[in-house]
């Protein structure tokens, strides 16, 4: 009678566990199904280059150590606690009493100290193989620089100064082109992070630091900031243009000339030289040359506007210029105060900054 | 034995007016008294660390929020992990502590118990320092705020030209004061158990609690003073014109990330070391055996003393360290895990053949065995340095030392709280109301902690205030913040369970737990002398001795 009970107890429960678990299975495929565009995601398990990719076989490696060392004491932790839990009506003696036993110590320290080599030596390798990569000779050099909160690219062996959206040539594997990047910070620590590239690597004032990129797969690879600098360290984004050889070569050529020069926005310039843009906005070919904010010689041939917060249309232009805080609260840059003709003629002008 | 009193008629104090009971914990010097004050004061800053996280929480919510400013966020996550590292975990490890020590050992106070108070009005005085920035921050005029340059607080962003006003300074200050407290407990501990052992208890026969305070303390010492040493060094960078930090005149900010970090990583373990400590008396009594492999338990916990000493680049290893150095802290830190390994199979070990109890205290250690185990694996993961080129300062690394400052410390603290709280009151809990705190706390925190993995692993930073949609991050995030409701019931359970136990529990008599270590042979609450006669000990487990006169412990050890 009493085991008959004690059985029903033992299967309700065992149900209860059961629904409980197909609940969460059921909660994580909607979680997964909900995911829309993944393509967008920067998931640092969906590598496009070889830092990236040697991380994600490293972590594989890791992954799968860590989760039959999770297996094997997770099954030992939930067989001693239902094997040796007090049971209902048992006598209540103390159990036998054992104090410990050296052989079982040696062996559960020797093991993970196997285990702990293993992983080291796998580590190392990495850490060599990504770090101390040499430099081919046809790779690029690109040096970018962190200011509070957008990011500056240089591109010292070609002349070409941009602002937030890093272009950068496919690299094919049998013939690579990599790129490698100078890290220097303008200001306070910040990190360079787009995941499916590379891992970060900070930005630090008084420092260089480098890093390298090599993607095979053209696209548009997001990341963004990854070390605390200051208010408005998330909208600090970042977007790796990858580019075909052709494309690159195009876009290169391009960035080269100075600014488009056009007369019917003679007004728009006229503000743009007058009302202190020039302080910290450089326009290749003009007077302004401020080293402060992002060059603006070819501001239109950028998709998105204030590291990447918001697309790049006359509107938000407008915006961005009137109240700077209305899209990116304590950005840097001031709110100029512009009458409505200002203004336009302003937004007239950039338009014209292909 | 010790467990008879002395018969002095103590004075009535329940006529006495109330301000002159204030009076007596105000200028007390006993232990328990201290200890018990240590606590109050850590769960109050509990309760507002953890306003501030929900406050996040809702803010994350959902992508583009405007539920707080960038400002506020920025103060809130500073706040929180400031409040809850260094006047919330500290404190309360150290009450439990001060607490229990001297009852342990079996002797009447800490060895200096003036000392023992100083700390704990530094310390008190540092977390009001901290707070009074909300309304002194900004100098008498601005309406103050609050310090927003996160809780390790890396230069340059400190220097005066990134943080104007003195919202800075009250952190420095706060974190100077209390650091100065944290040391004199530290040398009080070790003191104490040095020096004022009772009769017979030799370093080997003393109770594991009181072994890994020891350690802890030695590595307060050593960890919280060169943290001291920078916060003078920023002062002066601040006030006196020092360029240490100050990177505009050549200042080194990564200099002010070792000395962080030098104190930073030791930190975790001196709050870690205690929880094991917790684990390691609790989990024997609630499966009737003694701790499986004593010895090793000790050497394990010195070994990670000593190497966690020489782990603190592994938070550093995004800076631009050569391959040699990412190489060094790696093996280092992956090398802290052996000892922490021995730990975990030796609890296994303590379990296995018992028979185990499934009372409050022991299920919030079983809690903790799992989640701890986790978190060492996903450590692991963080001590691959490549692996932690990606997962470094985003939502998994948030992840991870969350599942070891909840799931692991807050886990084992509320076993301690059950575990002693008779001692302390004099009265039991009740067992329903825990066991709805440890499910509801147990739900919330996986739904919290274990899917905040996840946005990390998709490239998601920490520090931001938003985040922007398309990302694969919103649905995690959500998750995220609805198990932070589940946390909070949980906690009310246990907020409710204690208060309702004060005034009506069951009176709980000397030993509850039929457990073995000597603060269960005095009375509940203990009287001010803790012990008539000082106990004489013959081996690890005293009381056991005297309940098993026919099987002792001391024939075997």
């Known amino acids: ?354 | 034995m010790a467990s008879d009193s002395i018969a002095i008629n103590s004075p009535d104090v329940s006529t006495r007016p109330v301000s002159e009971r204030l009076h007596d914990w105000v200028v007390t010097v006993d232990h328990k008294k201290l200890g018990i004050l240590y606590i109050v004061y850590a769960l109050g800053f509990l309760v507002i660390g953890g306003i501030e996280a929900t406050l996040m929480r809702i803010q994350l919510m959902v992508p583009n929020n405007h539920f707080v400013s960038p400002e506020v966020f920025n103060r809130l996550f500073t706040m929180h992990g400031t409040t809850m590292i260094f006047f919330v975990a500290m404190p309360i490890l150290f009450g439990f502590g001060t607490y229990l020590i001297p009852l342990m050992i079996g002797t009447r106070d800490m060895a200096f118990p003036r000392l023992n108070a100083l700390s704990f009005w530094l310390t008190a005085f540092g977390g009001f320092l901290l707070y009074f920035s909300v309304i002194g921050g900004n100098g008498l005029y601005g309406a103050g705020n609050a310090p927003d340059v996160g809780w390790f607080a890396y230069a340059p962003l400190t220097s005066r030209p990134f943080s104007l006003g003195h919202s800075t300074d009250f952190w420095t200050l706060g974190l100077l004061v209390s650091g100065i407290g944290s040391i004199g407990t530290a040398v009080n501990f070790i003191t104490t158990i040095l020096c004022m052992r009772c009769p017979g208890m030799t370093l080997g026969k003393m109770p594991l609690l009181a072994w890994l305070n020891l350690v802890m303390a030695g590595m307060v010492i050593l960890a919280v003073s060169p943290l001291t040493a920078a916060q003078i060094m920023l002062c002066v960078d601040r006030y006196l014109g020092g360029h240490f930090f100050d990177t505009q005149a050549g200042g080194s900010a990564v200099l002010w990330m070792h000395f962080f970090w030098i104190f930073g990583h030791p930190e975790v373990y001196v709050l870690i070391i205690p929880a094991f400590a917790f684990a390691s008396e609790i989990i024997p009594v609630f499966s009737r055996k003694p701790i499986f492999g004593y010895p090793v338990m000790v050497a394990a916990t010195i070994c990670i003393g000593f190497v966690s000493l020489s782990v603190w680049a592994h938070h550093m290893f995004t800076v631009g360290m050569s391959s040699y150095a990412n190489s060094f802290f790696t093996i280092t830190t992956m090398a802290v895990g052996v000892p922490t390994g021995i730990k975990i199979f030796n609890w296994i070990g303590t379990m296995w053949g018992g028979k185990i109890q499934f009372k409050a205290p022991m299920l919030f250690c079983i809690g903790f065995l799992f989640q701890f185990l986790i978190a060492g694996l996903t450590g692991i993961m963080l001590a691959a340095s490549p692996f932690d080129w990606q997962l470094g300062n985003s939502y998994f690394v948030v992840a991870h030392f969350h599942y070891v400052i909840v799931g692991g410390i807050l886990f084992t603290l509320f076993a301690a709280f059950y575990y002693w709280f008779p001692k302390m009151s004099g009265r039991m809990y009740s067992e329903t109301l825990a066991k709805w705190h440890f499910w509801l706390f147990l739900i919330g925190f996986h739904l919290t902690f274990d899917f905040m993995h996840i946005p990390g692993l998709l490239g998601m930073p920490r520090r931001i205030y938003t985040y922007e949609p398309g990302r694969g991050w919103e649905i995690w995030n959500l998750i995220v913040t609805v198990g932070v409701l589940f946390q909070i019931a949980g906690v009310l359970a246990f907020v409710g369970n204690l208060l309702w136990s004060l005034a009506k529990g069951e009176v709980a008599g000397n030993d509850p737990w039929d457990a073995w270590t000597l603060e269960w042979s005095t009375t509940s609450p203990p009287p001010e002398y803790n012990f008539a006669r000082i106990p004489v000990v013959e081996s690890r487990r005293p009381l056991w001795d005297v309940k098993h006169p026919e099987d002792p412990d001391w024939k075997y050890e």
């Open chain 1, 1 to 354: 009678m009493r085991c008959s009970e004690q059985t029903r107890i033992l299967i309700s429960k065992a149900t209860g566990v059961v629904v409980l678990l197909t609940g969460f299975m059921l909660a994580v495929r909607l979680c997964f199904g909900a995911q829309v565009d993944s393509s967008q995601s920067p998931n640092i398990f969906k590598p496009e280059s070889t830092p990236a990719d040697s991380i994600f076989h490293l972590s594989l490696l890791v992954l799968a150590i860590t989760g039959l060392i999770f297996l094997v004491v997770f099954s030992l932790i939930v067989y001693s606690i239902v094997k040796y839990r007090r049971r209902e009506g048992g006598d209540h003696r103390e159990p036998p009493q054992v104090y410990g036993s050296n052989q079982v110590e040696l062996a559960w320290t020797v093991i993970p100290v196997l285990i702990v080599l293993v992983l080291f030596l796998a580590t190392a390798r990495v850490i060599h193989s990504v770090q101390d990569a040499p430099e081919p000779p046809a790779s690029m050099r690109v040096t970018a620089i962190g200011h509070q909160f957008w990011w500056e690219f240089r591109y010292p062996r070609l002349g070409i100064v941009t602002a937030n959206e890093l272009h950068v040539p496919v690299s094919d594997p049998s013939r690579p082109t990599p790129t490698f990047l100078t890290l220097l910070s303008a200001d306070t620590d910040h990190s360079f992070w787009v995941p499916r590239l590379a891992g970060k690597t900070d930005l630090i004032p008084n420092r260089i630091n480098d890093t390298w990129i090599d993607p095979r797969q053209t696209g548009i690879y997001l990341g963004q900031c990854a070390q605390y600098c200051g208010l408005e360290h998330a909208k600090m984004l970042l977007r790796v243009y990858v580019d075909s050889q052709e494309q690159f070569d195009k876009w290169v050529q391009h960035q080269k000339t100075t600014a488009a020069s056009d007369r019917s926005v003679e007004e728009g310039r006229r503000v743009f030289e007058s009302t202190g843009c020039i302080n910290c906005h450089t326009v290749r070919g003009t007077v302004a040359s401020g080293r402060f904010g992002p060059d603006l010689t070819h501001l239109m041939s950028r998709d998105t506007i204030a590291s990447g917060i918001a697309p790049n249309t006359p509107d938000n232009l407008r915006k961005w210029i009137e109240d700077p805080d209305s899209l990116k609260e304590g950005s840097l840059m001031p709110a100029m105060k512009l009458n409505d003709g200002d203004l336009d003629a302003l937004v007239a002008y950039l338009g014209t900054l292909r």
